[in-house]
Structures are given as structure tokens and as C-alpha cells.
């Protein structure tokens, strides 16, 4: 091959050779990068090692299996993502700029309590829409969620977040109150909005998995007010806890976001003592967002435009009962 048809060859491969290098980039690995584009290792390794000769630099460092950009690579991988991203996405972006969005996928990571309460609505309404597209909804919290986010598996997630790690960005949509809920013939409801702490203490709590932020929340709260608690009955998802509540297990302390108003229940609003908590849109940082994904965000912040919508500042860390 001469000089000039191997320079118009690596030239021809050069989408291949960036979303090669701009995978691994984003994951640290140059196997996981060649797994998620389903592609051998070696295969990924020569792509990048044609970009370091074309641009005679080392975009990595590598340190056994795992790989870090240097600042050549970092600029590098600044410019090529955007591009890649925008090639990969030109069928559907040409066609939303006629309004039209007839065909792709939208990937929404959420836990389940986003998923029973919060995505319902906007989801019906985006599907009646736009019928074309498919919607894949993953079931998952934490730290299995913003894995997904870095890897691009998923267009953004939603869910509700205390501390927002580096490199992802939160956008709060709609916020919801703390409540505490009993039956409704508990003693409790005849306090109403005056019950304190001391008043909750006697009664056993049932609330959801220790690792899970409510359980947090609570624990520091009553920490705070050097006021004792003691949890009755552990049970995850807040339809359980709902339903033991009703039948006179304990008592518990959610967020109003699962709360429909038809329950056999009585709540009684805790603002005084806990946060109210956002649930919002979360990305990463550099993700440039398919139409879709950006027409579903609208109608999301559209449906959740009401009486519930708040600007209380985050909290929560994607991590849901």
C-alpha cells in the first residue's frame, strides 16, 4: 500500500478509530470498550494506536488494564465526542428537524419508586405521541444507575440526588414532601400538624433497607433532635409500606410522592424536621442528548408543572426504596 492510500485509508476508518478511543475514554478500559462496541480487544487497541500515529502523540496511559487519558487525549477526546455522538444520531436529528420523530430508542434509567410514581404520566404521553419509538425503562438505583450513565447505556436517568458526583449534572423537575403516615384511627392523628419527634418516638417505624436513604435521612433527623426511634419492621418499596402501615404494623415517614390521597391512611406533613426531595433529570456531563431524549425531558417538566413542583435544593442520592 503506498503513501498516500494508507493515509486515505486511516482516514476512511477515522469514525471508527474516534468512537473507538472515545468508548475507552469514557470507560477506562480498553476490553469494556471493546465489549460494549462489540468488537475484539486487539481490534480497539490498533484503532487508537492509528490515532497516536496520525496525531503523533500517546492518548493514554496505561496502568495494567485500566487507562487514563493524558491532556493530549483529554483535548482530543473534548472534540471527538460531540462529532461521534452527532454522526451516530444524524438519521434522527436530520429527521426531528422536520418535526418528525418516527423511529430510534429512548433509555431511561430510574429506580422503582421514580418508576411507579414520578415517569408514569410523562411516559404515557410521550408513547401516544411518538408510537415509533421504543422506550426501555431500566429498573435500577445508585450506583448501578450512574454506571449506566457513564457507559452511555442509558440517555439520562431520573431519580432524586443528595450529593451530585463529578462528572454527572441533576436538574431538578419536581419536588415532594415528607410525610408521616399511620392508620387512620392511629392516636397520632389527633395531634395533626402539631406532632413532634417526642410525639413519633414511642411508636415503632417501619421503613425501608438500611443502605437506602430514607433510613439515613430519618436516622440523622432524630439524631440531630437527640430524639430516640426504633424500627419496627424493615420492608423495601413503599406500596409494602403502605400496606403494613394500613393493617397497623408501625408507622412510617415517606415522601408524599407515593401517596395518591386513596389510601386507607392518614398523613401528617413533617417539614418542620425533614427535607422535601427533588426528583430530576440526570446526565453526564458531555452526553449530547437525542431528540427524543430531549423531547421526553419537555413533557416530563410539563407534566410535573403543578402544585407538587418545587425548587428546594436536591436530595436523595439516586438511591430509592
Known amino acids: 500500500m503506498g503513501a498516500v492510500q494508507h493515509h486515505l485509508y486511516y482516514k476512511q476508518n ?25 468488537l475484539s480487544q486487539p481490534a480497539v487497541s490498533l484503532q487508537i494506536q492509528a490515532l497516536e500515529r496520525e496525531f503523533e502523540t500517546v492518548l493514554f496511559e496505561r496502568r495494567g488494564p485500566q487507562i487514563r487519558l493524558t491532556p493530549e487525549g483529554e483535548t482530543l477526546y473534548k472534540l471527538a465526542d460531540p462529532l461521534v455522538e452527532g454522526i451516530d444520531r444524524l438519521k434522527e436529528t436530520f429527521a426531528a428537524s422536520f418535526g418528525r ?13 421514580t418508576i411507579l410514581y414520578v415517569l408514569p404520566e410523562p411516559l404515557r404521553q410521550f408513547a401516544e405521541v411518538y408510537p415509533h419509538i421504543r422506550i426501555k425503562l431500566h429498573n435500577v438505583t445508585g450506583r448501578d ?5 457513564h ?6 436517568a431520573v431519580g ?7 462528572g454527572i449534572t441533576y436538574q431538578p423537575i419536581v419536588t415532594y414532601h415528607p410525610k408521616l403516615i399511620t392508620p387512620k384511627d392511629h392516636p397520632l392523628t389527633t395531634l395533626g400538624k402539631a406532632v413532634e419527634l417526642e410525639d413519633i418516638s414511642p411508636y415503632g417505624l417501619i421503613l425501608p433497607p438500611r443502605h437506602l436513604s430514607t433510613w439515613r435521612i430519618v436516622d440523622l433527623v432524630f439524631r440531630q433532635h437527640n430524639v430516640g426511634y426504633h424500627v419496627s419492621l424493615e420492608a423495601g418499596g413503599w406500596e409494602v409500606i403502605k400496606k403494613y402501615v394500613a393493617l397497623g404494623l408501625g408507622i ?3 415522601t408524599d410522592v407515593c401517596l395518591t390521597g386513596r389510601e386507607a391512611l392518614a398523613a401528617i406533613p413533617l417539614d418542620r424536621f425533614f427535607p422535601a426531595r427533588s426528583y430530576g433529570v440526570v446526565q453526564r456531563i458531555g452526553r449530547h442528548l437525542s431528540p427524543q431524549a430531549k423531547r421526553f425531558i419537555t413533557m416530563m417538566e410539563a407534566a410535573h408543572a403543578g ?15
Open 14 to 38: 477515522r469514525l471508527k478509530q474516534l468512537r473507538a478511543f472515545c468508548r475507552a475514554a469514557r470507560l477506562g478500559s480498553i476490553s469494556t470498550a471493546a465489549e460494549s462496541l462489540c
Open 307 to 321: 402544585p407538587k413542583m418545587g425548587s428546594s435544593s436536591p436530595s436523595g442520592r439516586g438511591e430509592e426504596v
Open 145 to 149: 444507575g450512574l454506571a449506566m450513565l
Open 160 to 166: 432524586s440526588m443528595l450529593e451530585v458526583p463529578e
Open 252 to 254: 412510617s415517614i415517606v
Open 101 to 113: 420523530l418516527e423511529s430510534g430508542e429512548l433509555n431511561v434509567a430510574a429506580g422503582e419508586s
Open 151 to 156: 457507559r452511555d447505556e442509558v440517555d439520562f
